[in-house]
């Protein structure tokens, strides 16, 4: 007589299948998440590249802003006197000789107030620009140099002399001087 088996044909079989069944979803999981730290890796490094502006790319910019800032400050024109200012000194350490120029003021025009306040300070101004013409030697009058130094002078020691405000509002300062006529004799 044969010995039965107890088992049932399908128990047998069902085991063996479940196993595979969880080795199979393990096997899934794994590559799924092995997917899932590929795409995030991915993400970190783009926007890592996003967040960080190449150094060489910062620079160009700001050069750029420096090269249209630079272009502006020579190319616009301020606002100015309605009249230069003439004046006509003695050389210092020069029997005989004189200079004449006219110097005109240029200020932003956004300060409506400067224009009338230069205006009314014209003859301390004029003062201003004599005492500087006439502490001047002859060889510092005939370079491009020396003349740079005397209209960077007159503007500062303007500016020195001008309120910081008139009627509660800022009054502005001189940007540039010109010499719209330059004669020495």
């Known amino acids: 007589m044969p010995i039965e088996d107890d088992r049932k044909p399908e128990e047998s079989e069902e085991a063996p299948s479940s196993s595979k069944a969880v080795v199979k979803w ?3 999981g794994v590559i799924l998440l092995l997917f899932i730290g590929i795409e995030v890796g991915i993400a970190l490094i783009f926007v890592n590249k996003l967040q960080q502006p190449d150094i060489a790319d910062v620079q160009k910019q700001e050069d750029e802003k420096r090269a249209a800032e630079q272009l502006k400050a ?9 009249a230069p200012i003439d004046v006509t000194v003695n050389i ?3 029997d005989g000789r004189y200079i004449k120029c006219g110097v005109q003021l240029e200020y932003d025009p956004i300060y409506t107030n400067l224009g009338t306040e230069l205006e009314l300070r014209k003859a301390r101004i004029k003062d201003i620009i004599l005492d500087i013409m006439s502490s001047k030697s002859m060889s510092d009058l005939m370079t491009n140099d020396g003349k740079k130094v005397i209209r960077d002078q007159i503007v500062r020691e303007v500016n020195e002399v001008l309120p910081q405000e008139v009627s509660g509002k800022p009054l ?3 940007h ?3 010499f719209d006529s330059f004669i020495i004799q």
């Not at 020579?74 to 309605?82: P, S």
């Open 92 to 94: 210092s350490g020069e």
């Open 176 to 178: 540039r001087s010109y």
């Open 172 to 174: 502005g300062k001189i």
């Open 26 to 28: 393990a096997i899934v």
């Open 74 to 82: 020579q190319t616009e024109m301020g606002a100015t006197l309605a």
